[in-house]
Antibody, heavy 118, light 111 residues
Framework: EVQLVRSGAEVKKPGESLKISCKGS????????IGWVRQMPGKGLEWMGV????????RYSPSFQGQVTISADKSISTAYLQWSSLKASDTAMYYC???????????WGQGTLVTVSS | QSVLTQPPSVSGAPGQRVTISCTGS?????????VHWYQQLPGTAPKLLIY???NRPSGVPDRFSGSKSGTSASLAITGLRAEDEADYYC???????????FGGGTKLTVL
């Protein structure tokens, strides 16, 4: 079974750094893109970026370029999403998902809730 | 405001057929980029329902179907059930924005 298992919920203060993870299993991790999607409270889905773990080719949404860093460690089948300095507006659910050739997302991880509050 | 426009809400009675539209433009759906549809049940992660306009992943009932015409796409749900009550999102690629884009989402209420 293809699965993406995310790291647990985080509560951080503004200005702090954070790195959340997403571990893939049940498929060839290096053969599919992994994407990250943000969902702010009560809002819709926003694509943040994707990474191809096979060669670490990374593409960002213009809306998130420079705001976050996406990386992957293929030796442990894990993708990461990180912030260097969190803001309150980063409070959201963050989903990772495997992505296919035409950028469909399937399956999705359960989501990591990030809360940024002073 | 998303470049893919969906109605905020639709509703239908059990057993009925409902459709959810996703209206784009010549830089996304009209340019031939694939449209995908997702179902998000309350409090859960989204689930792929339709990919490449019309294809259903294994395990998705054939009550769900997708179509595309010009700069728009549609998701149809027949034989509506209470468990279909969820948020539905379309997704495509926009060449003007160089961005993957999601529709704003449609809340389906089963009456």
């Amino acid at each position: 079974e293809v699965q993406l298992v995310r790291s647990g919920a985080e509560v951080k203060k503004p200005g702090e750094s954070l790195k959340i993870s997403c571990k893939g299993s049940g498929y060839s991790f290096t053969s599919y893109w992994i994407g990250w999607v943000r969902q702010m409270p009560g809002k819709g889905l926003e694509w943040m970026g994707v990474i191809y773990p096979g060669d670490s080719d990374t593409r960002y949404s213009p809306s998130f370029q420079g705001q976050v860093t996406i990386s992957a460690d293929k030796s442990i089948s894990t993708a990461y999403l990180q912030w260097s300095s969190l803001k309150a507006s980063d409070t959201a659910m963050y989903y990772c998902a495997r992505s296919g050739a035409s950028y469909w997302f399937d399956p999705w991880g359960q989501g990591t809730l990030v809360t940024v509050s002073s | 405001q998303s470049v893919l426009t969906q109605p905020p809400s639709v509703s239908g009675a059990p057993g009925q057929r409902v459709t959810i539209s996703c209206t784009g433009s010549s830089s996304n759906i009209g340019a031939g980029y694939d449209v995908h549809w997702y179902q998000q049940l309350p409090g859960t992660a989204p689930k792929l329902l339709i990919y490449g306009h019309t294809n259903r992943p294994s395990g998705v009932p054939d009550r769900f179907s997708g179509s595309k015409s010009g700069t728009s796409a549609s998701l149809a749900i027949t034989g509506l059930r209470a468990e279909d009550e969820a948020d539905y999102y379309c997704q495509s690629y926009d060449s003007s924005l160089s961005d993957l884009v999601f529709g704003g989402g449609t809340k389906l209420t089963v009456l």
